[in-house]
């Protein structure tokens, strides 16, 4: 079974700084991509940033120089650093992961998504 466990998250003053981090963990064979969404009260969920296994990251639209997706793939691990917090980037902060897991004897490509973790930023 795949789990992703999210940490990292908390209450911080605005202009702070917070990392978070996903650890995938299962019967994974390939981390073909790794990646960050949120979710703030009342709004859709939206990407933060991903990247791939290449090293390639992509940032969504609001995710300005503020933000910074890295992984190790060896850990099956990805961070998220967060700086200059803003009220505005309050939200569930979700890990999302796309892998190539064994179901019995078969590699199958799967998406997962992680329990979230709570950022709150007070102004």
């Known amino acids: 079974q795949v789990q992703l466990v999210e940490s990292g998250g908390g209450l911080v003053q605005a202009g702070g700084s917070l990392r978070l981090s996903c650890v995938a963990s299962?019967?994974?064979?390939?981390?073909?991509?790794m990646g960050w969404y949120r979710q703030a009260p009342g709004q859709e969920r939206e990407l933060v940033a991903s990247i791939r296994s290449d090293g390639r990251a992509n940032y969504g639209d609001r995710a300005t120089g503020r933000f910074a997706i890295w992984s190790d793939n060896t850990k099956k691990t990805v961070y998220l650093q967060i700086d200059s917090l803003q009220p505005e980037d309050t939200a569930v902060y979700y890990c999302?992961?796309?892998?190539?897991?064994?179901?019995?004897?078969?590699?199958?490509?799967?998406?997962?998504w992680g329990q979230g973790t709570q950022v709150t930023v007070s102004s």
């Open positions: 999302n992961a796309g892998l190539r897991v064994w179901r019995g004897q078969a590699l199958q490509e799967m998406n997962y």
């Open positions: 299962g019967s994974i064979s390939v981390v073909d991509n």
